[in-house]
């Protein structure tokens, strides 16, 4: 059922607009769903993030990792372990008419689509473009946010030569993907090139030992490597990769997890188990920057709202925020008891997402969510959720919501 | 490197300003961030060696769709003026100042200027073949035309003199020389285009930039509107749009500098015009280019019209 933005918004002015509108008049709107995989028990909760309310549930096959898409649409359950790929039209589409965007909101929905593979890995989104890869196969899949929406993906292939953990970034004409390690495919790639769907190569390949991790910020894509990272921007629409290698002013290490910045252009990783790196490859050998944590890192996101800042959860149960231009940890936040890195790599901890003015945190030992107010950085409020609330997608935002 | 810098348009420093800044250290040169390229050269050739210039988007880029980088942010922080055009051509201005916490005077150039509004709310742009629709009520290109380029200096020149007024003459004697630079410019323009017949006065460009210049100077430009603005450019639509040409009398299908030519190519092929080449609409070309002043861009966008336009 269509759900008509009520007046609980920030901006909830009636604004009478002219005679020949459709409308009556405008309000502007804003609404944010939580999406959270459950380790204990395989499901999803979607949750209002304002009411702080349980709006459905839906049963999943497996323990999942969760992808949201730029349009903040769809979101991706990928459930490795059994095999599978689940859609869940998250209910909130903008429609951007450049000097403001139209919010509709409706009832989320687990769509009738599942993708079945061999172990599926990394999910890359980008301007409504998929790749799903499946680490044991050798091709990896591509199709569109609007076909998964339409109830019809419409899947093209590219062939990746031998199945592998890797990657593959989608385009509209291309594919940047991962080169597997001939010697032995078990082990991380080593390179990366670009391919089109009807099994060419383009240009040549480069090089990207030990390539793991992968992001994408404005209009730059980028993979990581032992050696730096693989910048790929696009000219005349097609993929062009260029290294960027690590400068010798850095201490032996690399990243292997990246993020992208949402609204300014820069990408954070992991540098060592108690570092993280922050990239702006417009500097070039200067634009990277370490940041020092007080004991190893658990998890890490940007703040697609207040581009300066990201966020890391540090095993102490703290919340820290970091100050991307300076690379400082400005303010730290207690948040949950110690979760120790050591163990499975899957085991449930605490992941961050953004939703709005929250920075919410699970914590899967207290089966609840903290939400941290992300301006004045003071724990604001706590909701119970039972099992193990694990791994969190955000989405949502503000828009012009019409009424009749 | 080289297609790093290129690519990513990092932030262009003033060499020319640096040198000079070194020679006068005594002298604190005014920070002034320009918010693209053309912005950039008008603010060099009204601040001249006075002044310390950063921009923001580099050359051949697409003002748009900028994704400003942490060390913009740091430039806007330290300024003392940021230089903008306004009109909501710099989407990107709103979240660049904020995490900026910046304190400086932010100087919107199309102030005074004559502004045209957009009869279609909004104009598109090209991601590869996609067409993406840009709204805003006023169109933001109004350095097209010259009159409204010696209006941008003024502004320049203004701000310039409030901020540091020990050197206001040497802006206000900068800005003189250059507006001499521009009217003759603008009569060159005038003279040149006055050549071409009735029936060879209408083109297609890739995006609706050039609506300044057609107000100014008497061509029509049309570009591809129409378009989905949710989907890629389909055949239909290509096809829809190639029926209106083939009505307008037009003459020749240009690129822009900004985005891919993919589209226009395809618009071209299938009405079976000739492409004219590149116009350099919202960026200058890079030193090596044939663009890298506002001037010079002016003078080859006129020259690549005349070479397409001129009757054989």
């Known amino acids: 059922m269509k759900k008509r933005i009520l007046a609980r918004s920030i901006a909830a002015l009636a604004v009478a607009i002219g005679s020949t509108s459709a409308y009556a008049h405008d309000e502007g709107a804003t609404e944010w769903r939580l999406f959270v995989a459950d380790q204990a028990s395989p499901t999803v909760s979607v949750i209002d993030a304002t009411e702080k309310a349980l709006i459905d549930t839906y049963e999943l096959s497996g323990p999942a990792a969760l992808h949201r898409t730029s349009s903040g649409q769809t979101v991706f359950a990928v459930q490795g372990s059994q095999g599978r790929v689940s859609a869940i039209n998250t209910g909130i589409a903008f429609h951007d008419h450049g000097d403001h965007a139209d919010i509709d909101v409706d009832a989320p929905e687990r769509l009738d689509i599942e993708l079945t593979g061999e172990r599926p890995a990394h999910f890359v989104e980008q301007q409504g473009y998929i790749a799903q890869w499946f680490d044991g196969e050798d091709e990896a899949r591509f199709f569109t946010e609007n076909s998964v929406l339409e109830g019809q993906p419409e899947i093209r292939t590219a062939n990746i030569e031998a199945a592998h953990h890797g990657v593959a970034v989608p385009y509209q004409h291309h594919a940047v993907v991962s080169i597997a390690n001939p010697d032995d495919a078990s082990q991380r790639p080593i390179g990366a090139r670009v391919v089109d769907f009807e099994g060419n190569h383009v240009g040549e390949d480069v090089a990207c030992p030990g390539l793991h991790g992968s992001a994408g910020s404005g209009s730059l894509y980028a993979l990581a490597c032992q050696t730096g990272l693989l910048i790929i921007s696009t000219q005349d629409g097609t993929p062009e990769i260029e290294h960027l290698a690590y400068p010798a002013s850095l201490p032996e290490g690399s990243a292997s997890t990246l993020l992208g910045g949402k609204g300014l252009q820069y990408f954070i990783g992991n540098f060592g188990p108690d570092r993280l790196v922050i990239i702006d490859p417009s500097q070039g050998e200067e634009g990277f920057q370490l940041v020092q944590l007080p004991t190893r890192r658990v998890h890490f996101a940007t703040d697609p709202i207040r581009p300066r800042f990201a966020y890391v959860f540090t095993e102490d149960g703290q919340l820290h925020k970091v100050d991307v231009l300076s690379g400082e940890l400005t303010q730290s936040l207690r948040l949950t008891g110690p979760y120790s890195m050591d163990g499975h790599w899957n085991d449930p901890r605490p992941r961050i997402a953004v939703a709005g003015d929250n920075i919410v945190v699970t914590d899967p030992a207290a089966e609840k969510l903290h939400f941290v107010d992300a301006n004045s950085f003071e724990e604001v409020d706590e909701m119970p959720l039972e099992g193990k609330p694990f791994n969190i997608v955000a989405v949502g935002g503000s828009g012009v919501s019409h009424h009749d | ?312």
Not at chain 2, 22 to 38: C, D, G, M, Q, T
Not at chain 2, 187 to 213: G, K, M, W
Not at chain 2, 222 to 241: D, F, I, R, W, Y
Request: hydrophobic residues 45%; proline residues 5%; charged residues 15%.
């Open chain 2, 1 to 312: 490197m080289g297609l790093l810098r290129a690519v990513f348009t990092p932030l262009l420093v003033s060499m020319a300003a640096l040198s000079a800044g070194a020679a006068r250290a005594n002298e604190p040169a005014l920070k002034v961030v320009a918010s693209f390229s053309i912005i950039e050269d008008f603010a060099n050739q009204i601040g001249g060696d006075r002044i310390a210039l950063t921009s923001i988007v580099g050359p051949d880029s697409d003002t748009h769709m900028y994704e400003p980088t942490p060390a913009d942010v740091k430039a806007v922080a330290q300024a003392d003026i940021v230089l903008i055009n306004g009109l909501m051509f710099e989407g990107f201005l709103a979240r660049l100042i904020e995490a900026s916490g910046s304190d400086a005077e932010i100087i919107t150039l199309t102030d005074n200027a004559e502004i045209l509004q957009d009869p279609q709310g909004g104009h598109y742009h090209f991601i590869g073949d996609k067409a993406v629709f840009h709204a805003a009520p006023e169109d933001p290109h109004a350095w097209q035309s010259v009159s409204n380029a010696q209006v941008y200096v003024s502004n320049i020149a203004q701000a310039f003199c409030a901020a540091d007024t020990a050197g206001c003459s040497a802006y206000e004697a900068n800005q003189q020389r250059y507006s001499a630079t521009l009217a003759a410019l603008d009569d060159d323009i005038r003279e040149q285009l006055s050549a071409l017949p009735e029936s060879r006065r209408t083109a297609v460009v890739a995006h609706h930039a050039f609506r300044y210049f057609e107000n100014a100077y008497g061509l029509t430009f049309l570009a591809p509107q129409g378009m989905s603005t949710e989907s890629e450019a389909s055949a239909a639509n290509v096809a829809g749009l190639i029926d209106d040409l083939q009505a307008q009398q037009v003459s020749a299908v240009f690129a822009e500098n900004i985005s891919s030519s993919r589209l226009v190519e395809q618009i071209a092929t299938e009405a079976e015009l000739p492409m004219g080449g590149t116009l350099y609409s919202d960026a200058l070309s890079g030193a090596a280019g044939p663009a890298p002043t506002y001037e010079a861009m002016m003078r080859y966008n006129v020259a690549t019209l005349m070479s397409a336009l001129t009757p054989p």
